[in-house]
């Protein structure tokens, strides 16, 4: 599966790439140079971190499942429990 932004995601990205390049390295990035480098990390990178999410989110989901049957249980055969509560003895 290909990891894919929207434009405004990508430009929104190659900006952050550049804006980091010229705090933190020797020099400016370009935005060609800025658009292969989130190329390079979309392929390489971002299926990991996409696995690492959906792994992430299976685990939550079966530990609600799993908690489906405490949330939801209901007792069985309660109708002569139930009413024979509330009968009120004969005199």
């Known amino acids: 599966m290909t990891i894919e932004l929207s ?12 804006k980091y390049f010229q705090k933190n390295m020797e020099g400016p990035i370009g935005n060609i140079a800025a658009g292969g480098l989130l ?25 609600r499942v799993s908690e489906l049957d405490i949330e939801v249980h209901e007792e069985e055969f309660q109708y002569w429990r139930k009413h024979e509560r509330q009968a009120k003895p004969r005199k």
Do not use: H, M
């Open 7 to 18: 434009k405004e995601a990508r430009a929104d990205a190659i900006a952050s790439i550049q």
């Open 39 to 63: 190329g390079f990390f979309l392929e390489e990178i971002g299926p990991t971190i996409y696995n690492q999410g959906v792994a992430d989110a299976q685990e939550r989901l079966q530990t």
